[in-house]
């Protein structure tokens, strides 16, 4: 089914953020899923070597390799303005859309994920294995609760997660939550978990389909 779009649909804009360190467990759940995803529309996501198996692209490899990888690192706003600008928005012979990778140092990480966060269509964030230790993660949560409309983010989420502290630090951020948050807008704000047990062909479907609804 996601194959069929309607003639001049346009492709969804995909923003992935996670816990990094993940390992096995990250690089097989982006494979199994973006295999999918790609044929709705393409995504964005902030890289890291746990995924690197996945998405490396073979030039990126050969400047890894020769040394030159530091030219594919976003070095500062205008940098990453012409990043943007040029991720390619069309398809593959196989009829799928794109992975792009911003690789990060640590003093732009942050602005990076804002950009793609107001740029994304819609947010998967995996907080499988997510405690208090995933300060990046505390970051990303804050800047989506204050600066992005949480009916397009859908948190994924399994018997890893500490639920416990998660629940107690939106609650935070929450009543912290900016004066000018779209979320303050919303007549029935809510949070979109989304529980991982299986990551079986149908629960993948299942994800597919919460993703692409939200913000409908």
Excluded at 109 to 138: H, P, V
Excluded at 187 to 214: D, W, Y
């Amino acid at each position: 089914w996601l194959k069929r779009r309607s003639a001049g649909e346009q492709p969804l804009k995909l923003l992935s953020l996670r816990v990094f360190a993940l390992g096995k467990r990250s690089e097989t759940f982006f494979e199994r899923f973006s295999r999918l995803w790609r044929y709705k529309g393409n995504i964005s996501m902030i890289a890291g070597p746990d995924l690197v198996t996945s998405t490396v692209e073979p030039h990126e490899f050969l400047e890894f390799v020769s040394g030159r990888l530091s030219r594919r690192f976003v070095q500062d706003a205008d940098d990453l303005d012409q990043r943007v600008a040029a991720i390619d928005h069309e398809t593959d012979p196989d009829g799928r859309y794109r992975v792009t990778e911003f690789f990060c140092h640590d003093d732009t990480w942050r602005m990076t994920m804002q950009r793609l966060a107001y740029e994304s269509d819609m947010i998967l964030m995996d907080l499988r294995s997510f405690s208090k230790r995933n300060q990046g993660c505390l970051y990303e949560l804050e800047q989506l609760v204050n600066r992005v409309d949480l009916s397009r983010v859908v948190f994924l989420v399994d018997q890893t997660t500490d639920m416990t502290f998660l629940g107690q630090w939106v609650d935070q951020l929450w009543a912290d939550m900016a004066a000018d948050s779209p979320n303050r807008q919303s007549e029935n704000p809510a949070i979109n978990f989304f529980r991982s047990k299986t990551q079986s062909a149908g629960e993948l479907r299942a994800l597919l389909t919460v993703l692409g609804g939200t913000g409908q």
